[in-house]
């Protein structure tokens, strides 16, 4: 058996490129849900990721679960029943399709997951197979978020269950971050932390090597989705998080090695939807998938002689701006315009476009020119009596809309 490769990342890690871009920030203010029957956390990550309550294959957080050979999703073998396969034996001879023999043979044609440098979500993925839905393995960013974004305190007993691991707590202080109370129980901490604040429980479930369990209820290890690829010298193991009493870390082991698995969800993502009552009448903008908790800028745009008039909800914003919780879809009602370019005309007020510049003549009112989006393209405020011919530049095909005094009118440039 290798001896374990413990690659802590530490302080190095964190002053390189590979740190720098590890997480986009994201705000959800959800403290815990479920997804597809599972619990999850939110621990205040700054990625938004839930991290599962318990193991795959664990009912109870502080339960141990399955164990699984990197890129494996059963944990079964050899014929029991009719019904199920238990693997009892976790080595190379025994691995995936089990074409590898030893550890020179992985990243070679002899390896199913050869060019495959992470499995999340794939039919490999342990998590995604046996929970469904949208869970997933955290990939090596991921794990290396939660060591260094949350304090981790070690216990010998989780919850008077007997059970060791480490409680890993959303912190309550930003220098809280990182933090970590091992079994020596020495740390100071802004914050005071019990089992009544947000946290998970990883318990010290130790690992599958051949037929035997080692370090139960001493260390712990955790796949991440993620190959080792810092040289061909490493592809035959996989990122994990690693634990004992003293210290939680980062290190790879072994591929074929029984580790745990903890699943992970990606933040909320929502889908607005926004008609409009004709698609004659005017264009519509502002869809897609958001976020939960994020911004969204709708916008409604008529076309030559028809306005806008409500939004289905009975918002009149033009454009409107909504914060997104839940799938929803809106509908830009239209309609003929009986007083925009009508009224403008009567006015004696004449519009027309010289290849990409709009011309207003006799408007003796402030104009102002928007496009599709509701963003201001030109702007006039001056009040010029008498009134003068005045341009206004746009930087592109479409529509816009012409504001003079209270009268607007759409305006297409070809």
Known sequence: MKKITLLMMLAAMLTNGWAQDLITPHQDNSVSGTENGH????????????????????????????????????????????????????????????????????????????????????????????????????????????????????????????????????????SDKG?????????????????????????????????????????????????????????????????????????????????????????????????????QYGTVSGGGLYAANSTATLSAMPYEDYKFVQWSDGNKENPRQIVVMSDMTYTAVFEEDADGIADIIAAGINIYTAGKTIIVENATEAITVSDALGRLVGKDDAQIVPAETRKFPVPSSGVYVVKIGNRAASVLVR
């Open 39 to 174: 619990a999850w956390v939110d621990l205040g990550l700054p990625s938004g990721l839930k991290w599962a309550t318990c193991n795959v294959g664990a009912e109870n957080p502080w339960d141990y679960g399955d164990y699984f050979a990197w890129g494996e999703t059963i944990y079964f073998s050899m014929p029991l029943n009719d019904m199920a396969y238990h693997k009892y034996v976790y080595n190379w001879s025994t691995y995936l399709d089990s074409r590898i023999t030893c550890t020179e043979d992985c990243g070679t044609e002899k390896d199913l997951l050869r060019g495959i440098d992470d499995i999340k979500g794939t039919q490999y993925d342990a998590a995604r197979a046996n929970m469904g839905g949208s869970w997933r393995m955290p990939t090596l960013k991921e794990i290396h978020e939660l060591v260094h974004e949350c304090y981790w305190e070690w216990t010998s007993s989780y919850n008077v269950k007997g059970l060791a691991g480490y409680i890993v707590y959303k912190v309550k202080d930003a």
């Open 179 to 279: 933090k970590e109370k091992n079994s020596d129980g020495s740390v100071t901490t802004v914050g005071s932390y019990s089992l009544s604040d947000t946290h998970i429980f990883l318990p010290a479930a130790g690992f599958r090597y051949e037929f035997e369990f080692l370090y139960v209820g001493t260390l712990g290890g955790y796949w991440s989705s993620s190959l080792n690829t810092d040289s061909q010298n490493y592809v035959w193991t996989a990122w994990r998080i690693t634990f004992g009493p003293d210290h939680p870390g980062l290190g790879s082991y072994d591929r074929c090695s029984g580790q745990c698995v903890r699943g992970v969800v990606d933040p909320s993502v929502c889908t607005i939807t926004v008609t409009s009552n004709n698609s």
